[in-house]
């Protein structure tokens, strides 16, 4: 028979297992117990993700790619106009805008579908967590950014104040977009 506290230090990985006399006055267990706590260490259950999880995590990086070109050229765009606000019709800028303006949305709608569903199959993974709560975090307050800049820049066409305001939003959630982008590229991260 060995004493309770020789079960704590054991488990603790402090004592030998040469058992020690017991004090007087103390409780005494098997030594059959002391074995069962030294050896039950708590398992972290693996994460299983579904058929599916691969395929959305593949479209989201893919498109992911196009996030700074589509960002570079709407800037561009938009400085040109910002800059001249009476361009003829036929310039560049004028005729890219708005279409770069939905291919930002469609983007930022695919990579929140697949980003947001692959975040919720996963939240059980603990690996990589706080990189993945970052991410989706300033993701998503670039998606809140990109909608205000929608619906300022329906208003932005004649207005000065408007065009300012519209130009800011937008350039912001780039820049949230960027920082989100920038956590998960697995060179900054080390993997």
Same mark, same amino acid.
């Given at each position: ?22 004090? &007087?006055?103390?409780?005494?267990? !098997?030594? =059959?117990?002391? #074995? $069962?706590?030294?050896? @039950? /260490?708590?398992? %972290?259950?693996? *994460? ?44 560049? &800028?004028?005729?890219?805008?708005? !279409?770069? =303006?939905?291919? #930002? $949305?469609?983007?930022? @709608? /695919?990579?929140? %579908?697949?980003? *947001? ?52 939003? =937008? ?21």
């Amino acid at each position: 028979m060995t004493c309770i506290w020789l079960v704590v230090a054991l488990a603790s990985g402090v004592a030998s297992t040469a058992p020690a006399p017991c004090p &007087a006055g103390m409780d005494t267990v !098997p030594t =059959a117990a002391i #074995v $069962a706590v030294a050896d @039950t /260490v708590p398992q %972290v259950a693996p *994460v299983e993700y579904g058929e599916w999880y691969g395929r959305r995590l593949a479209v989201h990086r893919t498109a992911s790619y196009a996030m700074v070109p589509l960002f570079a050229a709407q800037y561009a765009a938009g400085r040109r106009l910002y800059g001249n606000p009476a361009l003829e019709g036929d310039d560049w &800028a004028r005729r890219a805008h708005k !279409p770069l =303006a939905y291919g #930002v $949305a469609a983007l930022f @709608t /695919v990579n929140t %579908v697949t980003g *947001v569903w692959n975040l919720w199959e996963g939240r059980r993974e603990r690996e990589g967590r706080g990189r993945r709560t970052a991410h989706v975090l300033l993701m998503l307050a670039a998606d809140a950014g990109f909608t205000a800049t929608g619906v300022l820049g329906s208003r932005a066409a004649g207005e000065g104040g408007s065009r300012t305001v519209h130009r800011n939003v =937008a350039v912001g959630s780039m820049a949230v977009a960027l920082a989100g982008y920038l956590v998960m590229l697995p060179q900054l991260r080390g993997d």
